[in-house]
């Protein structure tokens, strides 16, 4: 039996008495899964996987998803598969990349709070990093509860938000960061339009309500844009609390998988000399979060 221990409430815990480099069993899956319904984000240690094995085991929790990635230059790939998503600061020599370098930008936007692939139709449902080069100082990734944080909203409050949806694009992350629009080519532009999400989750399997934000956030239907940008940065405040957040400071072989239907998270600053490599393999949700057919009111 696997071992699970606490390490924030019901949010954080370490996973222990589990060899993922090796087959997993049904029933060994099943804890896992059952560890990572009741708390979203599941530490292990000391599991140096290949990209194989970190793409098999993700691959229990849904379909893989393909990372998007419209600023990468042509060949510059460091992994072999086209599910597996690069969170490097290095070339595909492992040399750190130079200021500037437009591959930097996603690293960037991973400083912002923000929940994978809500810029995508089907959102991301778990996500996993495996550490492979870690910095001394910084460099954590750090996670928010949002379903502490939808349960701590005074009921009227909570009332207003049920139902809003929100339009998420990728180009609007990346605008906060520095990238130019005048940079984006009509061709990538059109390969991530913008997508609605409902604002206010039901996870599946608990029924717990938790809000859904992410720094890809444009627009709130039926909303005009400051308000809606006001209330987005609100709850942003409210959801990235203390008491709602946990820190994960990395050693090498730690794999670190969440729940994107009832978190967010965001990559701390280290130093940019330094460099950190994480690779990331992800399992999709199985639909859009807005109800099939949705449209905005016209
Ligand atoms: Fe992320």
């Known amino acids: 039996m696997i071992s699970v221990a606490p390490v924030k409430l019901d949010f954080v815990a370490e996973i222990g008495n589990i060899d993922l480099t090796k087959a997993i069993s049904e029933t060994q899956f099943s804890e896992i899964e059952a560890a990572f319904e009741k708390y979203a984000v599941l530490i292990f240690h000391d599991q140096p996987l290949s990209e194989d094995q970190q793409n098999s085991f993700a691959n229990k929790f849904g379909p893989l998803g393909r990372p998007a990635a419209p600023f990468r230059p042509e060949n510059t790939e460091r992994l072999k598969r086209p599910e597996s998503a690069d969170i490097s600061n290095v070339d595909e020599r492992g040399d750190v990349l130079p200021e500037g370098d437009v591959r930097l930008l996603i690293n960037r936007a991973n400083a912002l709070w923000h929940t994978d692939s809500t810029f995508k139709r089907v959102p991301a449902k778990m996500s996993m990093l495996c550490a492979q080069s870690v910095v001394p100082t910084g460099g954590e990734t750090e996670f928010a509860d949002m379903r502490a944080a939808w349960d701590a909203l005074p009921e009227d ?36 339009p913008p997508v609605p999400q409902i604002l206010v ?29 006001k209330l987005v940065d609100q709850l942003m405040a409210h959801s990235t609390q203390p008491q709602f957040t946990y820190a994960h400071q990395w050693a090498v072989g730690d794999v670190v998988l969440w729940d994107n239907r009832c978190t967010m998270h965001r990559g701390r600053p280290h130093d940019p000399k330094l460099p950190r490599v994480m690779r990331r393999a992800t399992a999709m949700d199985i639909g859009p979060s807005v109800q099939e057919g949705w449209k905005p009111a016209a």
């Open 157 to 192: 409050r909570q009332k207003a938000l049920d139902g809003l949806v929100a339009e998420h694009d990728y180009f609007h992350s990346r605008m906060k960061v520095g990238l130019d629009p005048r940079s984006v080519s009509p061709e990538r532009r059109a390969m991530l």
């Open 201 to 229: 989750r039901t996870h599946p399997v608990t029924g717990r309500k938790s809000l859904y934000l992410a720094s890809h956030i444009k627009r709130i239907y039926g909303m005009a844009d400051a308000e809606a940008q």
